[in-house]
């Protein structure tokens, strides 16, 4: 049984029904009124750990797809990108342009700090193990 079923499995029928709607609604005040629930029983519900893991379970499952569309569609987001710096108006062009060098900075700098990251656990797990002996 996966990790999804096993949580479920654990909450009632009212609590499976109202996921969806907890997950993803912009307050708890929205998702409460989508799942036709009162707030106090969705902060009661908050008190049981099954119904917590579920309901970040959820959550998670939502962005992994909504990242999944993201990394799908990122060749046509550049291509689009991109061609907008042939068009006529100036003004568009430079913000094109500082999109692009904007995304590209950040992209070198996120890099930079994930090779540093990396050379410094490698660092203290020698150190460790070194320690260990």
Known sequence: M???AL???ELNDRQRRALP???VAPSVQEACRQAKIRTD?????LKNPDFVAALKQQQNELVTDAMNCLRANIGKAVETLVGLL???SNFLKRSVANDI???YLKYSELSEIEERLETVEKF????????ER
């Open 101 to 103: 060098i904007t995304h």
């Open 41 to 45: 029983t969705y902060y009661r519900w």
């Open 124 to 131: 203290v797990l020698e150190r460790k193990t070194y320690r």
């Open 7 to 9: 949580n479920h499995a």
């Open 21 to 23: 709607y907890l997950a």
């Open 86 to 88: 042939d068009n006529d």
């Open 2 to 4: 996966s990790d999804s």
